[in-house]
């Protein structure tokens, strides 16, 4: 479309291979190397070894798993079902209270994730609630980071869904109850697993939040891997990397089935 | 509303619901003044409380005077500009590739480049040390090749390697939106363009690149914010000369017990995104659509 001849094709191509796979296919070409590796001196790793799964499959590596599953599972399904009253909401308020509503709820992604777990630390230490030192303080953060995306997506979606549809089944003699129940969230089912895919694998890979305030009972993988390299295990530190891109992708791939099985419907 | 029973449902519709409307928004809004907006003013509440006890400036003084803060804010603006200017090129230029100059495989990597998003960022930097470490690949190839007993590549604990590590896995936030305004492009413009003679250059130039102005500034936006946010590339390079104002924070607050000035850094951080963030917006929906 854009360039014609041959040659100039074939130079932009290559020119685009030369960006892209060292900057973006590398990296997890890499890291997937790496966990397969006990050594790395040369251009290749060296030292073929499944070791480092074996590692990464027990003990607290696999608690870790399991407390990663279950923080990202519990936030996004919190974050979920708040972001979507919420958006909601917001959409039967008028234009300047629903201006508020956005920027109040879209707030958490312009504050650095950081600066959320030393809030939540400050006020979960102290009465009236106090959660530090539990699971809970871990999953309130995570939740309150991921909100923010859940609201995001669901909110554009309620804009581009078409008003013909519930004035219709109002006008059929549907409560609102029902007007939301039957067709208003069917309509916005597709959206709202997506929604939950980007909540679970922001959860799954939430770091900065976490190191404020883990207990040490309730390590996700992310901080983990942390203290694998940062002892210099790197090789165990990638396979447990591995582990954790695998099961992110498996829950996305399992929500993606859900979307297209409900776009059929 | 009292008139209306199941032999006039049509009345009954949303147009007079039995609550407000705004008394729906009051649940979720409690919730997240709970979570949220409670915690932040606790954390401004007690940036104005030294450990010394009353309420004064002092920590913000303290906090200000120091070198390793200063270093910090600079390390941190400049890192955040920079990495944005790279990855707004660098997404214009590949997303233009993918959508303009499309070769087979293209919608594989506009397909890749969705599931890089869902993967954290941290993961880069542990790449980066493979490939760019003190015995990663590239030394590994110089060594192999010239049979010095150490290679050239030694930037990874500098902020050049933080750089590195932002624009990789940043840009693919600018060529999501990218790839999107691409897709709503008529190509009989291009064309157009193109039979009246203009050339590549200046058909992205004067058609291309007014479109993608909007995405540009969105993507960028975000780019911007989250690059100012950014812990765990930072944390992950390990080096102690590379410090942003969350890497103090987190020092201040778990290596150092100094919960005031960690407050105080805080505070300056969420000034500093929110603001540029929400100048960004402003300045961008003027500029763009």
Known sequence: ?265 | MASATLSTPAKAGIRAPAVPAWVWALPPVALLALVFLYPLALVVQQSFQPDTGGTSIRPYADVFASEAFREALWTTVWLALASTAGCLVLGFVLALVIAFVPFPGARAVSRFVDVFLSFPSFLITLALLFIYGTVGMANGLWTDVTGAAEGPFRFLTTPWGVLLAEITYFTPFVMRPLLAAFSQLDTAQLEAASSLGARAPRIVRQVILPEALPALASGGSLVLVLCLNEFGIVLFTGAKDVTTLPMLVYGKAILESDYPGACVVAVVNVLISVGLYGLYRVVSRRAGA
């Not at chain 1, 996004?76 to 008028?94: E, F």
């Not at chain 1, 958490?108 to 530090?132: C, D, E, K």
């Not at chain 1, 039957?182 to 959860?203: E, N």
């Not at chain 1, 305030?213 to 940062?230: E, K």
């Open chain 1, 1 to 265: 479309m854009l360039v014609h001849s041959r040659k100039a094709k074939w130079a932009v191509w290559a020119l685009f291979l030369l960006l892209f796979l060292p900057l973006f296919a590398l990296p997890l070409l890499v890291v997937l190397g790496a966990s397969f590796a006990t050594n790395w001196s040369s251009v290749l790793p060296s030292g073929p070894t499944t070791a480092n799964y074996e590692a990464a499959t027990r003990g607290e590596a696999l608690q870790a798993l399991t407390t990663s599953l279950v923080t990202a599972l519990t936030a996004s399904l919190l974050a979920l079902a708040a972001g979507t009253w919420a958006a909601l909401a917001a959409a039967a308020l008028k234009r300047r209270s629903r201006k508020v509503m956005d920027a109040l709820f879209v707030l958490p992604v312009a504050v650095p994730s950081v600066v959320v777990g030393l809030a939540i630390l400050v006020a979960f230490s102290q009465p009236p609630v106090l959660l530090n030192g539990t699971r809970w303080i871990v999953i309130i953060a995570h939740t309150v980071l991921v909100t923010a995306f859940a609201y995001q997506s669901v909110s554009a979606a309620i804009t581009r869904l078409d008003p013909a549809y519930e004035q219709a089944a109002a006008s059929l003699g549907a409560g609102p109850a029902q007007v939301l129940w039957r067709v208003k969230l069917p309509l916005l089912l597709p959206s709202l697993t997506a929604a939950a895919g980007l909540c679970f694998a922001l959860s799954m890979g939430e770091l900065s939040a976490t190191m404020m305030l883990y207990p040490p009972d309730w390590t996700p993988l992310p901080v983990l891997i942390h203290a694998s390299t940062d002892r210099g295990a790197l090789f165990t530190g990638s396979a447990i990397a591995v582990v954790l891109m695998a099961a992110t992708l498996l829950v996305l791939l399992a929500v993606s089935r859900i979307r297209t099985r409900a776009s059929y419907r």
